[in-house]
């Protein structure tokens, strides 16, 4: 009695590990999720200062220059700033950005009397005290000095400190300065890299399944093909990142940090599971329906492209979109063929310098100013925003497409 | 002249033969008595094919030729200068400065000349291409246009180039691995004429910062690549300790205790994990897992606990590879037959005794597949690595102390500004040589027994 007793314990407790198990892994995903998370919303808002700004009437603007009389306009608000290192100390609550701002208000001035307060960006220190990421220490807060805070106490009591939607986040390319900083090059250069890998990758999967399932005979070349498919497919990324830097950058001379190279380089990485993916589908597709063709006539290859294709297409997507995803989040082989250039120019085509959106992520990480750890965050979020959105489209597609015979 | 046109022509002129072609059949096959072997669409596919492929290959070959007989021509303006990377460089500032792309002169007696020589004969160049591929496509399509006869076999000639195509496609795979092989190789090899095979396999100092003056303490750097062989034997070790387990009770849960509705909630919420980019198991990594393990090494009192250790890397790339090892042992696990499970309960065994004692050692060999198969994933997995762990190679054991990896190495060496011709740069083609031949063992090993195992019981 006491041994069954015992083996029933012992049964308990081995599925009480399996459990166990089942909850650690979930629970180490939510504990990802939520950090990124918790860590990056406040990225998306962004500490903006009232600036009271007085234009008159049809003022001539034409000779000004914005950053003067930004400066100007800041130091009437503040009468008793006197001395250099107090202007000093009261413009450095302001980031350049504000200067831009200011010039862009100028730009769209029409004549019309200004007078009222105005927002503009904060700098980045600014930025951390106001959303609480930096504690204050009596009168300092990480490098905010005491003789900073006092200006930044009397916004506060003026409720002119305020938080608002950053535009530059989703709307501009990198900086040095973590509050100008936005991820549209990156998101332009992961689009370019992946639009390449599309278009090298995909057809050649697609041909290279067909001629695996349907055409190639059974011999040792077949073989050859099929097992070097298999194991490329688990090639360690980085290895075809060297490929790319022998290949594309040192023999056929294109250029470096282009999204062109990179998205070659990725297409040859997704190549393999779109031909495995591809091979699958089609070997799904019931020989009925190709017998049925072939009996009426057609010959094999329209047989193949008139219903082994178009019947296999959903599959072959789906694994498509799979490897394109899995390509996006993809790092270390543009690390090889140099798309880690700091690179403020939003790129144009796929021949222009570009980084990705996960080396974007990589480059901010690494970055010093406690700012970035938030944007980095915030790039974290709108990668895997695009990795769900293809993955939700690769499981609609199979829904909604997917026979069963 | 440009390039476009000389491509847009070519596509009008393809379409032009593929249309005549197909409206040429179509008559042919309305008169009486004539029976014509292909439908229309496939003569005019035919003479499109037959038209675009010999411009498409000349004007390769051309382009080809013309750059390499262009920088010949282009070298004798700058003969004095003896470097010749140098004079390469130069030569490419007058393509860029002709194409417009520099605007920037450089200081030398020829360059403007070179420049002149560069554009004129471009631009004759250009127009002596578009019109001898444009004649020859021209030509081309109407032989093609005069092959459409009653007899003419298109359908079949345009299958073959199809089938054709499609082998060329599948060789293309191996093509990749060969480059692989050979662009790793050749690196390999003048990498090996610098530094010893001895030396990097089995010395254990790793070095491989070269300084600037010569006669410096250290000024070869040392490429005994051993401290980095084990700081990546390490690190995946560890990622294996904490995957191993979680993978394999969760595949044993998933498949053998969990409801149907269980199975279909966990199952894709475990996948996730595999779906997430390394770049963010790095900063997580970075932001979470690194200062949590610092303040448990203080709590604990540790000595030496590195901010960079093998501890934190490996624990974070364990939670990366769990969906690996918890789905192929799921996959060995659900392919043993159920009668032998069935037969077990039977007896009166539980089902965690019929789990370990029988439906294991029966899938054994997938569980051992799926385990290699993580692993060599976690050796060659960078961005985790080079985000968490170190860059200096420390030959140790002790999981608290900072390690470094090849894949680390193979980063570090080779972003920045690269010469081909240093050791430096050149050991880590080698080490990436080292890793893409064990990983392919290890893959290649994981797949046989795999699928003998997989043979097995079918």
Same mark, same amino acid.
């Given at each position: 009695?006491?041994?069954?007793?015992?083996?029933?314990?012992?049964?308990?407790?081995?599925?009480?590990?399996?459990?166990?198990? !089942?909850?650690?892994?979930? =629970?180490?995903?939510?504990?990802?999720?939520?950090?990124?998370?918790?860590?990056?919303?406040?990225?998306?808002?962004?500490?903006? @200062?009232?600036?009271?700004?007085?234009?008159? !009437?049809?003022?001539?603007?034409?000779?000004?220059?914005?950053?003067?009389?930004?400066?100007?306009?800041?130091?009437?608000?503040?009468?008793?700033?006197?001395?250099?290192?107090?202007?000093?100390?009261?413009?450095?609550?302001?980031?350049?950005?504000?200067? $831009?701002?200011?010039?862009?208000?100028?730009?769209?001035?029409?004549?019309?009397?200004?007078?009222? $307060?105005?927002?503009?960006?904060?700098?980045?220190?600014?930025?951390?005290?106001?959303?609480?990421?930096?504690?204050?220490?009596?009168?300092?807060? %990480?490098?905010?000095?005491?003789?900073?805070?006092?200006?930044?106490?009397?916004?506060?009591?003026?409720?002119?400190?305020?938080?608002?939607?950053?535009?530059?986040? +989703?709307?501009?390319?990198?900086?040095?300065?973590?509050?100008?900083? #936005?991820? +549209?090059?990156?998101?332009?250069?992961?689009?370019?890299?992946?639009?390449?890998?599309?278009?090298?990758?995909?057809?050649?999967?697609?041909?290279?399944?067909?001629?695996?399932?349907?055409?190639?005979?059974?011999?040792?070349?077949?073989?050859?093909?099929?097992?070097?498919?298999?194991?490329?497919?688990?090639?360690?990324?980085?290895?075809? %990142?060297?490929? #790319?830097?022998?290949?594309? =950058?040192?023999?056929?001379?294109?250029?470096?940090?282009?999204?062109?190279?990179?998205?070659?380089?990725? #297409?040859?990485?997704?190549?393999?599971?779109?031909?495995?993916?591809?091979?699958?589908?089609?070997?799904?597709?019931?020989?009925?329906?190709?017998?049925?063709?072939?009996?009426? #006539?057609?010959?094999?290859?329209?047989?193949?492209?008139?219903?082994?294709?178009?019947?296999?297409?959903?599959?072959? =997507?789906?694994?498509?979109? @799979?490897?394109?995803?899995?390509?996006?989040?993809?790092?270390?082989?543009?690390?090889?063929?140099?798309?880690?250039?700091?690179?403020?120019?939003?790129?144009?085509?796929?021949?222009?310098?570009?980084?990705?959106?996960?080396?974007?992520?990589? =480059?901010?990480?690494?970055?010093?100013?406690?700012?970035?750890?938030?944007?980095?965050?915030?790039?974290?979020?709108?990668?895997?925003?695009?990795?769900?959105?293809?993955? @939700?489209?690769? !499981?609609?597609?199979?829904?909604?497409?997917?026979?069963?015979? | 002249?440009?390039?476009?046109?000389?491509?847009?022509?070519?596509?009008?002129?393809?379409?032009?033969?593929?249309?005549?072609?197909?409206?040429?059949?179509?008559?042919?096959?309305?008169?009486?008595?004539?029976?014509?072997?292909?439908?229309?669409?496939?003569?005019?596919?035919?003479?499109?094919?037959?038209?675009?492929?010999?411009?498409?290959?000349?004007?390769?070959?051309?382009?080809?030729?013309?750059?390499?007989?262009?920088?010949?021509?282009?070298?004798?303006?700058?003969?004095?200068?003896? /470097?010749?990377?140098?004079?390469?460089?130069?030569?490419?500032?007058?393509?860029?400065?002709?194409?417009?792309?520099?605007?920037?002169?450089?200081?030398?007696?020829?360059?403007?000349?070179?420049?002149?020589?560069?554009?004129?004969?471009?631009?004759?160049?250009?127009?002596?291409?578009?019109?001898?591929?444009?004649?020859?496509?021209?030509?081309?399509?109407?032989?093609?246009?005069?092959?459409?006869?009653?007899?003419?076999?298109?359908?079949?000639?345009?299958?073959?180039?199809?089938?054709?195509?499609?082998?060329?496609?599948?060789?293309?795979?191996?093509?990749?691995?060969?480059?692989?092989?050979?662009?790793?190789?050749?690196?390999?090899?003048?990498?090996?004429?610098?530094?010893?095979?001895?030396?990097?396999?089995?010395?254990?100092?790793?070095?491989?910062?070269?300084?600037?003056?010569?006669?410096?303490?250290?000024?070869?750097?040392?490429?005994?690549?051993?401290?980095?062989?084990?700081?990546?034997?390490?690190?995946?070790?560890?990622?294996?300790?904490?995957?191993?387990?979680?993978?394999?009770?969760?595949?044993?849960?998933?498949?053998?205790?969990?409801?149907?509705?269980?199975?279909?909630?966990?199952?894709?919420?475990?996948?996730?994990?595999?779906?997430?980019?390394?770049?963010?198991?790095?900063?997580?990594?970075?932001?979470?897992?690194?200062?949590?393990?610092?303040?448990?090494?203080?709590?604990?009192?540790? /000595?030496?606990?590195?901010?960079?250790?093998?501890?934190?890397?490996?624990?974070?790339?364990?939670?990366?590879?769990?969906?690996?090892?918890?789905?192929?042992?799921? /996959?060995?696990?659900?392919?043993?037959?159920?009668?032998?499970?069935?037969?077990?309960?039977?007896?009166?065994?539980?089902?965690?005794?019929?789990?370990?004692?029988?439906?294991?050692?029966?899938?054994?060999?997938?569980?051992?597949?799926?385990?290699?198969?993580?692993?060599?994933?976690?050796?060659?997995?960078?961005?985790?690595?080079?985000?968490?762990?170190?860059?200096?190679?420390?030959?140790?054991?002790?999981?608290?102390?900072?390690?470094?990896?090849?894949?680390?190495?193979?980063?570090?060496?080779?972003?920045?500004?690269?010469?081909?011709?240093?050791?430096?740069?050149?050991?880590?083609?080698?080490?990436?040589?080292?890793?893409?031949?064990?990983?392919?063992?290890?893959?290649?090993?994981?797949?046989?027994?795999?699928?003998?195992?997989?043979?097995?019981?079918?």
């Amino acid at each position: 009695m006491n041994s069954i007793i015992k083996r029933n314990q012992r049964e308990k407790r081995f599925k009480f590990y399996g459990i166990l198990a !089942v909850a650690t892994a979930i =629970l180490l995903l939510v504990i990802l999720l939520f950090k990124i998370f918790s860590t990056g919303i406040s990225a998306f808002n962004q500490t903006y @200062i009232g600036v009271k700004i007085q234009i008159q !009437v049809n003022s001539d603007i034409s000779n000004l220059d914005p950053r003067r009389e930004l400066r100007r306009n800041i130091r009437t608000m503040f009468p008793d700033v006197k001395t250099r290192s107090e202007k000093k100390n009261l413009y450095s609550l302001f980031s350049n950005g504000a200067y $831009y701002e200011f010039e862009e208000m100028l730009d769209n001035y029409n004549g019309e009397k200004i007078d009222g $307060y105005y927002y503009f960006l904060a700098s980045d220190d600014l930025d951390m005290y106001f959303k609480g990421t930096v504690k204050r220490k009596g009168n300092s807060a %990480g490098r905010i000095q005491p003789s900073q805070m006092k200006y930044i106490d009397m916004f506060e009591n003026m409720n002119l400190i305020e938080l608002k939607y950053n535009k530059y986040l +989703l709307g501009s390319s990198d900086s040095r300065e973590p509050e100008l900083a #936005g991820i +549209l090059g990156a998101i332009y250069g992961s689009f370019y890299a992946i639009l390449i890998a599309f278009i090298t990758s995909f057809p050649l999967g697609i041909l290279t399944a067909i001629y695996l399932e349907k055409l190639a005979s059974k011999n040792r070349f077949s073989d050859i093909i099929e097992t070097n498919i298999n194991n490329l497919a688990a090639v360690p990324s980085i290895v075809f %990142g060297l490929l #790319g830097l022998a290949i594309f =950058l040192n023999f056929f001379d294109l250029p470096r940090s282009a999204s062109l190279v990179g998205g070659l380089t990725l #297409g040859l990485m997704t190549l393999p599971t779109i031909v495995i993916a591809s091979r699958s589908a089609i070997k799904s597709v019931p020989p009925s329906i190709e017998e049925a063709s072939i009996g009426l #006539g057609s010959s094999k290859i329209q047989t193949i492209f008139n219903f082994s294709l178009p019947l296999a297409m959903p599959g072959i =997507l789906t694994g498509t979109i @799979i490897g394109m995803a899995r390509a996006i989040g993809e790092t270390a082989p543009l690390l090889m063929i140099g798309m880690v250039a700091f690179i403020v120019d939003i790129p144009s085509g796929p021949m222009d310098a570009a980084t990705a959106l996960p080396v974007q992520i990589y =480059l901010w990480q690494d970055s010093p100013e406690r700012a970035f750890v938030e944007r980095t965050s915030a790039a974290i979020m709108v990668l895997l925003l695009f990795l769900f959105l293809l993955n @939700i489209t690769a !499981v609609y597609l199979r829904k909604k497409l997917e026979k069963k015979w | 002249m440009t390039i476009e046109f000389i491509i847009l022509s070519l596509i009008g002129l393809t379409a032009y033969s593929f249309f005549i072609g197909r409206k040429k059949a179509l008559a042919l096959s309305s008169l009486k008595n004539v029976t014509v072997h292909s439908q229309p669409y496939y003569h005019g596919l035919y003479s499109a094919l037959i038209t675009i492929f010999p411009a498409f290959i000349l004007l390769i070959l051309w382009s080809w030729i013309e750059s390499s007989i262009f920088s010949i021509n282009l070298r004798e303006y700058f003969k004095d200068i003896a /470097d010749p990377a140098v004079a390469d460089f130069y030569i490419l500032g007058v393509i860029n400065f002709a194409g417009g792309i520099d605007e920037k002169a450089i200081n030398h007696v020829n360059f403007m000349s070179a420049v002149n020589y560069y554009e004129s004969t471009m631009q004759m160049n250009l127009v002596l291409k578009a019109i001898v591929i444009i004649i020859l496509t021209l030509m081309v399509s109407r032989y093609s246009l005069k092959l459409i006869a009653a007899d003419f076999k298109a359908r079949d000639l345009v299958e073959i180039i199809i089938i054709r195509v499609m082998k060329y496609a599948s060789i293309f795979a191996i093509v990749i691995t060969i480059g692989i092989v050979l662009s790793l190789l050749f690196e390999t090899i003048r990498f090996f004429e610098s530094v010893a095979v001895t030396e990097f396999l089995f010395g254990t100092h790793w070095s491989p910062q070269m300084s600037i003056r010569e006669g410096q303490v250290g000024s070869s750097g040392s490429f005994g690549a051993v401290p980095v062989f084990t700081g990546t034997l390490l690190i995946s070790f560890i990622a294996m300790l904490v995957a191993g387990p979680i993978g394999l009770f969760s595949a044993i849960y998933l498949s053998q205790y969990a409801s149907i509705n269980v199975r279909l909630f966990a199952k894709p919420i475990i996948e996730v994990l595999a779906g997430i980019p390394t770049v963010v198991y790095g900063f997580f990594a970075v932001i979470t897992v690194g200062p949590f393990f610092r303040e448990m090494g203080i709590f604990f009192n540790i /000595d030496g606990f590195s901010s960079e250790s093998a501890l934190i890397a490996g624990s974070v790339l364990g939670i990366m590879i769990i969906p690996f090892v918890a789905s192929l042992t799921d /996959d060995a696990l659900s392919a043993v037959p159920q009668s032998l499970k069935e037969g077990s309960l039977a007896m009166g065994a539980t089902l965690s005794e019929t789990t370990t004692r029988v439906i294991i050692p029966a899938s054994f060999h997938g569980i051992a597949g799926s385990f290699l198969l993580a692993f060599s994933r976690a050796i060659g997995e960078t961005m985790i690595v080079v985000m968490a762990a170190g860059f200096a190679a420390n030959l140790t054991a002790n999981p608290f102390n900072a390690v470094t990896t090849v894949t680390v190495q193979i980063v570090g060496l080779l972003t920045g500004d690269q010469e081909f011709d240093s050791p430096k740069t050149l050991s880590a083609f080698a080490l990436a040589f080292v890793l893409f031949f064990l990983t392919l063992i290890l893959n290649i090993i994981s797949l046989t027994i795999v699928k003998k195992y997989r043979e097995e019981y079918e």
